[in-house]
């Protein structure tokens, strides 16, 4: 009867309307302010207020726009987050047919209440979570919910009218009725439905931040304490010398000028655009910079298995015959031009009773494939369309068959006869073609096609093949053929699906991709591990994860049920098991989020592969959400950082590839820039102490850092691959920026810099130069310093001179513009006496080159140890 008008509105004030919950909305001005929240940024604030000090406008303004792209450009992409939930609330039902106070009326999905009688029919999508209490022939769509293509039928079994509604068969919110019709009660409504804890769960902060702003936080801190101290010990020298306060104020500018790595974030954003450029070429769309290089950090896939390592078709792949001949058919997706093969060549016969076998998948079958313009268009069951492809495939298209057997009758599919037949008119007889599951078929079969011949049935080798066939993860159907005289006013039905000839069976699957394996080898030399998460059953994700060519032990195969009872001990004990587990069956879209955090937990970077909505809040607090983009739900894209456009699990590959390129070349510039910025901190160090006068002018540091040094960390970032990148294991999700290598090269950068230029210019004052002659060389010496050593950052491991110098023409083009931007100012009126710098003799020059390529050549002797250390390991 359903609810009565007024108790629908006493729940409707209960439980709310049936929408989706609606994301918290900053205010525009708040989402922007929260994009300065960083420790770098605080850095370049500093920077700029140190510009402004100097009356340095340009170089102020030029920071502080820096600051408002990134700004604006966070905003945007914190915005874009709350596309998914909108994404979401398009599967909503606008309307629904429930039954109130006694009659079926058509009523605003909003306003379903837990307890509303709602009506199902094709073609609708569910309005609420329902505990169906009838259904005829109900047939749902909930791959966007499981991640699996296969429709779901709805049977009532045994479940009485009066029990629980959470008891009975489900329908859920969001799906699409494809087939039948059903009736039921609603069991949840809005937030409470499967599809909005979903939307909840997306709705909420990234439960992960990327590698790349983890190491960057952890490296701005550093440096803020590195200038900190500095800044701290030369003033506290300068007060003991008794430097006046003007002095010292204009020395710890010129420090700080000195320090902090203005150029490092424009450097960044250059690195991460190109690489950004790179991938998108191979099919690799990045929809939030940071995951650029996250790609190339994961240390852990977790990829989901329709759509992603399988083709999201299900195909038939195998056909068995009675006699133990196997064919393997063809799993492309052209029908024009896939054939059935065999191993080698099959023999004629086989072929001829493959055909057979062929059209009694094809004549019973209520499906439909049709060619519409250059592209195949299917109506139907998955199962029935993937079967009329193979017939295709055999040059059996249905429309030719049923010429030549034209319909009488047919008995549809029904998920309790487990079997569909049909019967047609051939010549003087009624043939009779039968497809269903294999215990069926086999009982109503007396005989079995045995090299062409009718030969007595054995049943139990028929099962055994079955067996065989389904332990592979195959979907098994079973086909068989009949005759009978008897005309149409005899009836066609059941009673006639006796003494038939079994055919064979067919085996079909949702293939792996071809260029999968060979993707997955590839993860395995770069030492990133690959981990399946799916909700098929286990047997079927273990033939899977075989065939795409994961390495796995059967101990390392989990279940939801696993997962759960793990859950239920705690967050240790599903940690333990994560650590173990490579296969994961039958999970639960809650359950998967669990997983990935759990992953984390164990130390991995992991990026984790999805297309549905069941895969939203893992690709949401996951490290990187990579989406399917051609058959990915809005939902799964719009959770994304990265959006893979041909669904082509091998173009993750390309793309860790090329976030390793954009993190390697970051760690150039940080190099680059921060052995430069060291250097001449010790060279104060060493200066101010002894009572030296100051080495270079705060001007002069500044027309150093963000002059002669402004363009040669840009080029620097645009850096190509070495070729290697895929060689190596990947960094350790604990490596700091400053590992070790990183470390020992700036201390023996900055000691080669940095001594030696306290060196040259002790040497000068003593040997009678003025402090103005003394710092005009000094500085051309770190500007040739700087250029040498940019260079020399090309590579962490390989020669300038294996790389190339011509390999890299910005590059080279930048550092000869630098040095020559420095030759003109020692020439130009005004430039020279503002930076006190003057043309300089030939010997001078060349001692100052001949003492400069001395920070090239300590970092060359030093890779080359590196390497000889390497190839003894």
Request: with cysteine.
């Amino acid at each position: 009867m359903g609810l009565s008008q007024e108790e629908a509105d006493i729940r409707l004030m209960q439980f709310g309307p049936n929408t989706l919950p609606e994301p918290q909305a900053s205010s525009l001005l708040a989402t922007f302010l929260r994009q300065f929240r960083s420790p770098l940024i605080y850095i370049l604030l500093a920077a700029t207020l140190v510009s402004l000090t100097l009356g340095d406008v340009r170089d102020a303004l030029f920071i502080g726009i820096v600051l408002v792209a990134n700004g604006v450009i966070g905003c945007m992409q914190e915005h874009s987050a709350g596309k998914a939930a909108l994404a979401l609330r398009k599967l909503e039902q606008p309307k629904s047919n429930a039954v109130r106070d006694g009659q079926s009326q058509e009523i605003d999905a909003r306003l379903l209440v837990p307890g509303d009688l709602v009506l199902l029919e094709a073609g609708g999508r569910v309005p609420a979570d329902i505990g169906l209490t009838a259904a005829t022939d109900l047939v749902c769509d909930e791959s966007l919910l499981t991640g699996e293509s296969a429709p779901v039928h709805k049977t009532m079994l045994a479940v009485e009218a009066t029990s629980e509604v959470h008891s009975r068969p489900m329908a859920f919110a969001g799906t699409l009725v494809t087939r039948g019709r059903g009736r039921g009660i609603v069991a949840a409504t809005g937030a409470a439905t499967e599809i909005g804890k979903i939307a909840a769960a997306i709705g909420k902060e990234s439960l992960a931040k990327p590698p790349l702003m983890i190491r960057l936080d952890r490296f701005s801190q550093l440096i803020a304490w590195i200038v900190a101290a500095a800044v701290a010990l030369l003033v506290l020298v300068g007060i003991a010398r008794a430097m006046t306060p003007s002095q010292l104020f204009m020395m710890s500018v010129g420090l700080a000028v000195s320090a902090i790595p203005e150029g490092l974030p424009i450097a960044i954003s250059v690195a991460l655009a190109i690489s950004m450029r790179r991938m998108a070429k191979a099919h690799v769309i990045v929809r939030r910079m940071p995951a650029v290089e996250a790609l190339g950090s994961c240390t852990m896939i977790a990829t989901d298995k329709t759509g992603t390592l399988t083709l999201n078709e299900l195909t038939v792949t195998d056909i068995r015959l009675p006699d133990g001949t196997d064919i393997i058919c063809d799993t492309g997706t052209d029908l024009d031009a896939c054939t059935i093969r065999g191993d080698g060549t099959p023999p004629a016969e086989a072929r001829e009773r493959a055909i057979a076998l062929l059209k009694a998948a094809s004549l019973p079958n209520e499906g439909s494939l049709t060619r519409e313009d250059s592209s195949w268009t299917a109506v139907g069951d998955t199962v029935d369309i993937a079967l009329l492809a193979a017939a295709y495939k055999a040059g059996l298209p249905r429309e030719a068959i049923e010429d030549d057997y034209p319909l009488i009758a047919r008995i549809p599919y029904e998920p309790d006869l487990k079997y569909a037949a049909s019967f047609h008119r051939h010549g003087d007889s009624i043939r009779i073609f039968v497809k269903g599951a294999a215990e069926t078929l086999i009982d109503m079969a007396d005989r079995m096609d045995m090299a062409g011949r009718a030969e007595p049935i054995d049943r139990d080798v028929l099962l055994r093949q079955k067996e065989e066939m389904a332990a592979r993860g195959l979907r098994v159907l079973a086909f068989a053929e009949g005759e009978t005289a008897i005309e149409a006013d005899g009836g066609f039905g059941r009673h006639l699906l006796v003494d038939l000839v079994f055919l064979g069976l067919a085996g079909m699957q949702d293939p792996v991709r071809p260029e999968v394996p060979q993707a997955i080898r590839d993860c395995h030399s770069a030492g990133v591990d690959v981990a399946m998460v799916t909700g098929d059953d286990p047997k079927t994700a273990g033939a899977i994860a075989s065939h795409a060519g994961l390495i796995f032990t059967e101990d390392q195969v989990v279940t939801g049920e696993d997962v759960r009872v793990a859950e239920e001990n705690g967050q240790e004990s599903l940690d333990h098991l994560t650590r173990h587990g490579r296969i994961y069956a039958r999970v639960a879209p809650s359950q998967k989020l669990e997983i990935i955090l759990s992953l984390a937990r164990n130390g991995h970077f992991v990026a984790v592969t999805g297309d549905g909505v069941n895969d939203a809040p893992a690709l949401k607090h996951a490290h990187i959400g990579v989406a399917m983009g051609r058959k990915g739900t809005e939902v799964a894209k719009e959770s994304a950082d990265i959006v893979i456009t041909d669904d082509n699990f091998a173009s993750i590959v390309s793309g860790i590839r090329e976030g390793r390129v954009a993190y390697a070349n970051i760690r150039k510039v940080i190099f680059m820039l921060m052995s430069t910025g060291a250097a001449e901190l010790l060279l104060f160090l060493l200066a101010i102490p002894l009572g030296m006068p100051m080495p270079l002018l705060p001007v002069q540091l500044l027309w150093l850092n963000l002059v002669t040094n402004g363009v040669q960390d840009i080029t620097l970032a645009s850096e190509g691959p070495e070729g290697d990148e895929l060689s190596r294991a990947p960094r350790k999700p604990s490596e700091p920026i400053f590992d070790r290598l990183m470390i020992r090269r700036i201390w023996q950068s900055t000691l080669v810099m940095g001594a030696g230029g306290f060196a040259m210019f002790y040497l000068l004052l003593e040997q009678g130069y003025s402090e103005s002659e003394a710092r005009n060389l000094l500085l051309l010496l770190f500007v040739l310093f700087e250029n040498f050593q940019t260079l020399a950052s090309r590579s962490e491991r390989r020669s300038i001179f294996a790389l190339g110098v011509l390999a890299n023409p910005l590059l080279l083009a930048s550092v000869v513009a630098a040095q020559t931007l420095h030759i003109a100012a020692m020439y130009t009126p005004l430039l020279n006496d503002t930076l006190q710098v003057s043309p300089i003799s030939l010997t001078e020059w060349a001692v100052l080159l001949v003492a400069a390529s001395s920070v090239l050549l300590v970092m060359e002797v030093d890779k080359w140890r590196v390497r000889r250390s390497t190839r003894g390991q």
